[in-house]
């Protein structure tokens, strides 16, 4: 009883972890925020593109119907032939429909009358209500006997048969056929066990250099970029770890490597610079190396969640999708999926490398300002008491 009484007085002295504290607010803000997160239960209104080559009045009628549907939303409507898959680049649409010429001809006759439809299936669990919702308007479309407009064109039985049940769905799973684990959960642990590591590594450098007595040293004789170099031989190491990662996965696994490697390397680099400037900005005033590891939770768990591996982005809010990008994790898991997966090149991309690289510069600065924040308050102190020094 004794060292229970010395233990529960260190635990209500405030000198460790207020976990009396910390408990219910992981509690309550756990289940309310991700309450919130996830307030959709199904992804409503998935966003397709329709590639409409007939562009006629029945496929016309047919793409109001889709639209009309609860979980598919047509957010883009072509009439020129195009790639499917250019256009499921960067988290854009869930599918693409392909309507093809002679759609509305092909109902009123005997002839196979198929629409194609291509599936973006790194994330399986995107496209299910998708593919319930089509094939429901299919099945009605085929099994429609509107009398009215049957006698209104003239139709016998037998072409009244063809109308009944001609129309059929031609489906493409794209860039995860098999929905192979390599392709998907496999990469976004590794991507974040990774990152974990490296912040456990790296963030407590600034409270290390303090507990040294060389932080002062550093922002007298130094300036940002001397600051910066101290992360490379970290940065380095994580970056050859995440290639031998995929390297094995490619090797060993069944890892689909459809882009370019230097595209997919620029990325990576900027994701590493990207991840040890936030270390840096969320461990710059914590006491000690522990304190500042502890942070790590406040932003690297939150790419993983919101990032697509774990869930398709699609169910989250749009401005949950919005936010998410304050995290370093979430833009290296769409240039995952955009270069690995689906094969999209730098000008692919480009929109998305030009706004993951004004993230970085923001970072940076803000660094630079911390920097010289903290080299202005000690040549204050220096000055109000010299003698210190």
């Known amino acids: 009883m004794r060292f229970l009484k010395d233990e529960l007085a260190y635990f209500f002295s405030g000198k460790g972890m207020p976990y009396h504290k910390v408990s219910l607010m992981i509690a309550v803000v756990v289940t309310l925020l991700f309450s919130l997160i996830l307030s959709n239960n199904y992804i409503k209104d998935g966003k397709i593109a329709v590639i409409d080559l007939d562009n006629s009045r029945f496929s016309h009628e047919f793409i109001e119907k889709m639209n009309a549907s609860p979980y598919i939303k047509v957010e883009t409507m072509l009439n020129v032939p195009t790639d499917p898959k250019t256009l499921l680049y960067q988290d854009n649409y869930l599918a693409v429909v392909y309507i093809p010429t002679g759609f509305e001809k092909n109902r009123y006759n005997k002839s196979e009358n198929s629409i194609g439809v291509f599936y973006d299936n790194t994330s399986s669990a995107q496209t299910g209500n998708l593919k319930g919702a089509l094939n429901t308007i299919v099945a009605i479309e085929n099994h429609i006997i509107a009398s009215p407009d049957v006698a209104s064109q003239g139709l016998n039985s037998e072409q009244t048969a063809a109308v009944i049940g001609n129309i059929s769905l031609n489906e493409r799973l794209l860039f995860n056929p098999n929905n192979s684990s390599s392709n998907a959960m496999v990469v976004g642990f590794l991507f974040f066990f990774s990152s974990m590591f490296f912040v456990f590594a790296f963030i407590g450098m600034i409270a290390r250099l303090r507990l040294e007595h060389k932080w002062e040293g550093q922002l007298l004789a130094g300036n940002p970029l001397g600051l910066m170099l101290r992360t490379l031989p970290y940065c380095g190491c994580l970056l050859v770890s995440l290639f031998v990662g995929l390297g094995i996965l490619r090797v060993v696994g069944d890892l689909m490597f459809m882009g370019n490697v230097f595209t997919f390397l620029f990325s990576v680099v900027l994701y590493v610079l990207s991840l040890s400037f936030m270390c840096m900005l969320f461990g710059w005033g ?85 920097f010289y924040r903290e080299r202005r308050k000690l040549l204050g102190e220096m000055a109000e008491f010299p003698l210190d020094f």
Request: proline share 5%.
């Open 286 to 370: 914590a006491t000690n190396p522990g304190v500042a590891i502890s942070k790590m939770i406040l932003f690297l768990p939150g790419g993983f969640i919101l990032g697509g591996y774990t869930m398709p982005t699609a169910i989250l809010s749009e401005w949950i999708r919005i936010l998410s990008h304050v995290f370093p994790l979430t833009w290296m898991f769409r240039f995952t999926r955009d270069i690995i997966l689906r094969g999209a090149s730098f000008m692919d991309v480009g929109q998305e490398f030009g706004g993951f690289i004004i993230y970085t510069g923001i970072l940076a600065v803000l660094v630079c300002l911390f």
